[in-house]
């Protein structure tokens, strides 16, 4: 095994020579044979150990485990504990993904810290197998079928290609020692179900099974490579970008022989899943939408408009009296004008002695209502502004107004307020600009 992972490295992994790396070590069979190897093999190893306290004083074993190896190789060792089951409770997620968004930020804390260029872990092609295996029970898109990726940014899987059986002989062939941990026998995990219960089955039907995985998981990557490449290509055809939203040409999207599929493409990154509904939106009412945790695809007309989710409506920003500038939350200017000029929709001009400091920016809310400039002084709600002219909830959830105490003077970039209008006989005019 050594011989063909030194092969493995210098034709596929090459860029790990010379570079620092992290290892992942557990004390289990696949991490301390992963130490072995790259420690045989001359690389500048350093060793990243997590006591999850899940397991009493068999965690603190394979620490201590792990700290006497580190010390008898003179390998730097990195220990941290965490209180995973009070982290999991917190962020209402199970044990299993509460110690691996844990681990995972740790080990991004220690490469930055220490200069360090990669991490390893130790999975192998049985780990690829039962990922394939737990994504294709629970549904998934092709990229759930192409097993753990081998390169992850900053994370390198070097030993995929080889099979548990792989690693456990070579364990026993250089008296390697590890820790059981005593957790992989029970079936309490739906990873552990398949790996005892599963993948010895599939092996009894194929005893080529690995080989053949392998060759699969090489087939399901080379499509998913084409279907991300034709993604990309349609991409330009169907969407177009506007400040932080993506405007999806349904029109467009229709023609494509399999819309869904792309949509997929386009939308899985950003958190969706209910995908049936989803679907579903390119023909749904106007104002329709679908949430993910952080982002939005509303339906709007002839488009479906993907945005983050909008920020907290509470917030107001105040201009005092004199200050000539604010960049936050728009970038607007204001100074005393010597006359009145025409306006537009991005320059107004107000009477400075009818305003109150200081101003303040702010959302707009239910109930609130302006006089809008040429209408004869009628006094109007800005929800039916809004509605007349034909904003949707994006657009209207954009919008910022300008206020004196709480009275609108202008709906930014929209319309000003017949209240505070500069006239020829105004003394003292303020012209206020969104730059």
Known sequence: MLFELKDHLN????????????LAVSGGIDSMVLAHVF???????HIAHCNFGLRAEESDGDEQFIRDYATGNNIK??????DTKAFADDTKVSIQIAARQLRYAWFNELLDQNQLDYLLTAHHLDDSAETFLINFTRGTGLEGLTGIPQINDRIVRPLLHFTRSNVEA???????????????ASNKYLRNKIRHDVVPILKELNPSFAASFLQTLTNLQQAQSLVQDAAVLVYKQ????????????IEQLKRLPNYT?????????????AWDDIYALADAQSGKYILSANYRLLKDRNVLILEPLSQDNSIVYEISKGQEKVSVPLPIKFII??????????????????????LNIRKWQDGDYFYPLGMNGQKKKLSKYFKDEKMS?????????LCSENQVIWVIGKRADNRFKATEKTTQILKIEVL
């Open 170 to 184: 070579y364990a026993i062939q250089n008296n390697i020692q590890w820790r059981e941990d005593s957790s992989n």
């Open 238 to 249: 169907v969407v177009t970008e506007e400040h932080n939203q993506k405007h999806f040409n």
């Open 77 to 82: 060792i990195f220990v941290t504990h965490f």
């Open 337 to 358: 004008a010597e006359k009145l000029e025409n306006a537009t929709k991005n320059v107004i001009f107000v009477n400075n002695e009818l305003i109150k400091y200081p």
């Open 261 to 273: 599929a792309y949509l997929y493409q386009w939308l899985s990154p950003f958190g969706f899943a």
């Open 39 to 45: 420690k045989e093999l001359g690389y500048d190893i």
């Open 393 to 401: 909830l994006s657009d209207k959830e954009n919008i910022w107004l």
């Open 11 to 22: 034709k596929k992994l090459h860029f790990l020579a010379g570079k620092k790396l992290l």
